[in-house]
């Protein structure tokens, strides 16, 4: 689901502040995220019998086809979530976000056909306190007839190799309480864990969670 905006502790800013900045800075100024990966091989998706190629763009840098899918995909799978959310389905909003400046988007298309299976919106933006840089992620979709073949679980590895590879703190996203599926894919199947921004550590009462999986940092980050 996308993410909403988010209430942080206002704690641990200053010099730790200036540096989480500055590493979003350098990731936003990266054309291709998906370039400074190390292991180059998570470029493609081989498994379950599937031939899968993984791009990465800036809204306008798509074309209106692959535009309107986005936009299409998330209303097909999301509107119910949110038409039972305090919230609400809006698709206006829905596309403010993903054409936010700091907006990246990593498409899934199937090697021969060139077919649109899944994507992922995120941003680097300032984790659950101003001193934590993180990957955001507000989208993970993925269409009806590739669910379950272990697609999601591919593109949030592709998302923590982006996170490692430019020093973040955090992945981070926001869940709906009442998306049971994917509360438990999440929690229980990647092992994401309350954030200490989600409202529920902070004493409010909302429908949503925010999750988020710390970033090891151990080993190479950068591919130069």
Same mark, same amino acid.
Request: hydrophobic share 35%; with cysteine.
């Given at each position: 689901?996308?993410? =909403?905006?988010?209430?942080?502790?206002?704690?641990?800013?200053?010099?730790?502040?200036?540096?989480?900045?500055?590493? =979003?800075?350098?990731?936003?100024?990266?054309?291709?995220?998906?370039?400074? =990966?190390?292991?180059?091989?998570?470029?493609?998706?081989?498994?379950?019998?599937?031939?899968?190629?993984?791009? /990465?763009?800036?809204?306008?840098?798509?074309?209106?086809?692959?535009?309107?899918?986005?936009?299409?995909?998330?209303?097909?799978?999301? $509107?119910?979530?949110?038409?039972?959310? &305090?919230?609400?389905?809006?698709?206006?909003?829905?596309?403010?976000?993903?054409?936010? $400046?700091?907006?990246?988007?990593?498409?899934?298309?199937?090697?021969?056909?060139?077919?649109?299976?899944?994507?992922?919106?995120?941003?680097?933006?300032?984790?659950?306190?101003?001193?934590? &840089?993180?990957?955001?992620?507000?989208?993970?979709?993925?269409?009806?007839?590739?669910?379950?073949?272990?697609?999601?679980?591919?593109?949030? &590895?592709?998302?923590?190799?982006?996170?490692?590879?430019?020093?973040?703190?955090?992945?981070?996203?926001?869940?709906?309480?009442?998306?049971?599926?994917?509360?438990?894919?999440?929690?229980?199947?990647?092992?994401?864990?309350?954030?200490?921004?989600?409202?529920?550590? /902070?004493?409010?009462?909302?429908?949503?969670?925010?999750? /988020?999986?710390?970033?090891?940092?151990?080993?190479?980050?950068?591919?130069?």
């Amino acid at each position: 689901m996308s993410a =909403i905006k988010r209430r942080t502790n206002g704690s641990g800013g200053g010099q730790k502040g200036c540096r989480a900045m500055a590493l =979003i800075s350098v990731a936003n100024d990266c054309l291709n995220p998906l370039s400074k =990966i190390v292991d180059q091989t998570l470029l493609s998706y081989r498994e379950n019998q599937l031939n899968l190629d993984l791009e /990465c763009h800036r809204w306008p840098e798509m074309d209106d086809q692959c535009q309107q899918w986005i936009i299409q995909l998330t209303e097909d799978n999301m $509107k119910t979530y949110y038409d039972e959310s &305090s919230n609400g389905w809006s698709r206006s909003n829905k596309l403010k976000e993903f054409r936010h $400046k700091t907006s990246r988007h990593l498409v899934l298309r199937c090697a021969d056909t060139r077919r649109l299976i899944a994507f992922v919106h995120f941003r680097f933006e300032v984790g659950g306190t101003d001193s934590e &840089s993180a990957v955001y992620c507000y989208e993970l979709q993925v269409v009806a007839s590739h669910q379950r073949l272990g697609i999601g679980r591919y593109l949030m &590895s592709c998302l923590y190799a982006i996170g490692r590879a430019f020093n973040m703190h955090k992945v981070m996203l926001t869940v709906f309480k009442h998306n049971t599926i994917a509360m438990d894919f999440y929690a229980k199947t990647l092992k994401y864990r309350i954030d200490r921004s989600s409202p529920s550590r /902070c004493q409010m009462n909302a429908d949503y969670e925010i999750l /988020c999986l710390t970033v090891d940092k151990k080993g190479p980050q950068i591919d130069k």
